[in-house]
């Protein structure tokens, strides 16, 4: 089974759990029923905002989609596991932003409250830029490669271009979206706080 397929079926049980229907979760969540139907399926990826949405409207942390197994004590991730062609606990997702791996450095840590992530970005070519919110806050570093955050629309609004060994914290509630920069190839870490 892929990780999208355990993640699709996370979602499906806990959605039976509460007795809601698709379309209930998805007025709850502020979420298109047809991107639930994609995700439990296994046919479609997302992003993180309409991960949180879902989290938030089932009563879970966003952990709870993506980690295998809860371990007692702390989570540690050696460095070969987070070489390139060494995937654990991943999920990639598609879009206008570009394709992103998730590389979880917490998987399986139970009651956390933030969510770490080493994320890959690979352009897609695509130059929709939709600008999605959802509560909590983001911590981004820059490890390899550039990528742009577009923070806020509007005359208020503004994209920074985030290098190696540069960071950013936001508000996620104010829509946003993180996406490669000129093209290029990035990996940073994200450290994503939701509250439940």
Do not use: C, W
């Amino acid at each position: 089974m892929t990780d999208q397929n355990k993640m699709g079926n996370k979602i499906r049980t806990l959605r039976e759990a509460h007795g809601l229907t698709i379309e209930e979760l998805a007025e709850r969540s502020d979420t298109e029923a047809r991107v639930i139907e994609q995700l439990e399926s296994g046919e479609a990826a997302t992003s993180l905002a309409p991960l949180i949405k879902l989290t938030r409207a089932l009563g879970v942390r966003l952990g709870t989609l993506t980690d295998d197994d809860a371990q007692i004590g702390p989570a540690f991730t050696d460095a070969n596991s987070m070489q390139a062609g060494t995937v654990v606990r991943a999920f990639g997702t598609t879009s206008d932003a570009g394709d992103l791996n998730y590389f979880s450095l917490a998987s399986g840590r139970p009651s956390r409250h933030i969510d770490p992530f080493v994320i890959t970005i690979t352009p897609s070519g695509e130059t929709n830029h939709v600008l999605k919110g959802h509560e909590g806050e983001e911590f981004l570093y820059g490890l390899e490669g550039e990528i742009e955050i577009e923070y806020g629309s509007g005359p208020n609004g503004r994209v920074y271009v985030l290098g190696p060994g540069e960071s950013i914290y936001y508000d996620s509630i104010v829509p946003h979206q993180v996406r490669a920069h000129d093209n290029q190839n990035a990996k940073f870490l994200a450290v994503v706080y939701t509250p439940v």
